[in-house]
């Protein structure tokens, strides 16, 4: 992260990183078990609540590999994402099973954080589309990336700033911000959206129908993986032995 002055001296940072928290939640195992069982226990299924969901590891094994997919939505995770507006953008494409809520550019003045790729970020295309590599850019073309957007943003911001103190309105004035602007939101959802966000939005070996997401999705999808592999291991572990196929 760094942080510069824009033209009219508000402190610009220059993010190469998004963040997630979650910060609600309710979600595990059992949930699942309880969830499942009502087939064959009816109301009885619910003393599974209070048993170790490792003995019943087999069924959530066998949930996930035949996709019996309700009961994988007995449950809730919130986490706050702060990420680019690009970010966003590919993230609402996300209908089923996700529930959202974002800063307002018409309500707030929006702040001057915005992404620059850091080091790690591949930043050269090669290939034809669907069939895409991404390579190592070289330290010039790191450079120039770097300065481009900085100069691009704060061009940018400088013009948004000059527009608000002129008495324009923040819905108005908020056109001339690029899509590298950070937003912010909440993004609730339950283990099987997750698992099909994640299922398109993460790129791994042991996928068996691999996806090609852009990085910065991808950044925020492994941080939520992370958590909720946390809340839930054994369906994460079912997740991960299924070939990652949301059930
Ligand atoms: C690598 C990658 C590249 C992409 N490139 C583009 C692109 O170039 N342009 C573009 O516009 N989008 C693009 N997308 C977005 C993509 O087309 C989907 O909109 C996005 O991945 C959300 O997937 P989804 O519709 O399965 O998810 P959700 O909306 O969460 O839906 C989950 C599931 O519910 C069912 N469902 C939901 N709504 C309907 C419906 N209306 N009718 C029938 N079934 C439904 C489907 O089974 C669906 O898979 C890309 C996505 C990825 C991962």
Not at 58 to 66: H, K, P, S, T
Not at 84 to 104: D, K, L, Q, T
Not at 202 to 216: G, H, I, K, L, Y
Request: aromatic share 10%; net charge negative; hydrophobic share 40%.
């Amino acid at each position: 992260m760094a942080g510069d002055e824009t033209g009219d001296g508000t402190q610009a940072r220059f993010l190469d990183d998004v963040s997630v928290e979650l910060v609600k939640h309710s979600a595990s195992d059992s949930d699942v078990l309880w969830a499942a069982r009502v087939s064959t226990a009816g109301e009885q299924s619910l003393e599974e609540i209070g048993k170790d969901p490792a003995r019943s590891k087999g069924l959530i094994n066998f949930l996930m590999r035949d996709r019996h997919g309700s009961p994988f939505e007995h449950n809730s995770m919130t986490f706050l994402v702060s990420a680019p507006i690009f970010v966003f953008r590919e993230f609402h494409r996300h209908r089923a099973g996700w529930s959202y809520n974002e800063e307002s550019g018409r309500y707030r003045e929006l702040r001057p954080f915005f992404y620059v790729p850091g080091p790690e970020r591949r930043l050269v295309q090669e290939g034809k589309p669907g069939q895409y590599v991404f390579v190592e850019g070289d330290a010039g073309q790191h450079k120039l990336v770097t300065e481009v957007m900085e100069g691009s943003y704060r061009a940018s911001y400088a013009a948004y700033r000059e527009m608000l103190e002129a008495g324009i309105a923040r819905e108005v004035a908020r056109a001339v911000l690029p899509v590298g602007l950070f937003s912010s939101m909440y993004a609730t959802c339950n283990a099987r959206s997750l698992m099909h966000f994640l299922s398109l939005r993460t790129r791994n070996e042991q996928s068996a129908v691999p996806s090609f997401p852009q990085r910065e999705i991808e950044m925020v999808a492994e941080k939520m993986e992370a958590a909720w592999a946390e809340l839930m291991p054994l369906t994460h572990a079912a997740f991960v032995a299924a070939g990652r196929v949301a059930p």
